[in-house]
T-cell receptor, first 116, second 112 residues
Framework: GAVVSQHPSWVICKSGTSVKIECRSL??????MFWYRQFPKQSLMLMAT?????????EQGVEKDKFLINHASLTLSTLTVTSAHPEDSSFYIC????????????FGEGSWLTVV | LAKTTQPISMDSYEGQEVNITCSHN???????ITWYQQFPSQGPRFIIQ???TKVTNEVASLFIPADRKSSTLSLPRVSLSDTAVYYC?????????????FGTGTRLLVSP
């Protein structure tokens, strides 16, 4: 089946620095990808919609200047957490659809971010 | 986007059949119903998807009544490795289905 891959799986960074997480669709093209964050024992919270070739659309309450999203190609979207703080520590997950080939959303493995 | 309601948690024993029901009263005509499984520190994994009636694959069955306002995921003969959180999501192409909004999910605990 369709595969979505994230990198890195986990990352530790210092407060005030920036960190980038990549999301790739390995065997299909995705004009749209989505970014979620998840805190322990909680559900996934949608952060933003990443559109290839255009600006991302952010959910209410998500700071677009803090969580920079770039969707430069049909198989790659990146999430950059800028000026990271300990409260940004979380599990970040991306997803992509294989539409129009199918109607299913596939998720990446997730990336753990720890800000110290 | 249709809102879904699931039981917060369920308990079962190895070898039993588990049925998890999801309510989605506001499901739209073009919406599909998709179930995902999530283990700790992993992304959700696709289990099964359907539009109406019954769908079966190698790991589960999905039952959808005629009014489509609910759906039931059936896991036959669960094992310890089926302990996970199960999410029911609905969405359709015409309603931007790709933008899936997660509910609380159902935390299934399978005991020996």
């Amino acid at each position: 089946g369709a595969v979505v891959s994230q990198h890195p799986s986990w990352v530790i960074c210092k407060s005030g620095t920036s960190v980038k997480i990549e999301c790739r669709s390995l065997d299909f093209q995705a004009t749209t990808m989505f970014w979620y964050r998840q805190f322990p024992k909680q559900s996934l919270m949608l952060m933003a919609t990443s559109n290839e070739g255009s600006k991302a659309t952010y959910e209410q309450g998500v700071e677009k200047d803090k969580f920079l999203i770039n969707h430069a190609s049909l198989t790659l979207s990146t999430l950059t957490v800028t000026s990271a703080h300990p409260e940004d520590s979380s599990f970040y997950i991306c997803s992509a659809s294989n539409y129009p080939a199918g109607n299913t959303i596939y998720f990446g493995e997730g990336s753990w971010l720890t800000v110290v | 986007l249709a809102k879904t309601t699931q039981p917060i948690s369920m308990d079962s024993y190895e070898g039993q059949e588990v049925n998890i029901t999801c309510s989605h009263n506001n499901i739209a005509t073009n919406d599909y119903i998709t179930w995902y499984q999530q283990f700790p520190s992993q992304g959700p994994r696709f289990i099964i998807q359907g539009y109406k009636t019954k769908v079966t694959n190698e790991v589960a069955s999905l039952f959808i009544p005629a009014d489509r306002k609910s759906s039931t995921l059936s896991l036959p003969r669960v094992s310890l490795s089926d302990t996970a959180v199960y999410y029911c999501l609905v969405g359709g192409v015409n309603t931007g289905f790709q933008k899936l909004v997660f509910g609380t999910g159902t935390r299934l605990l399978v005991s020996p």
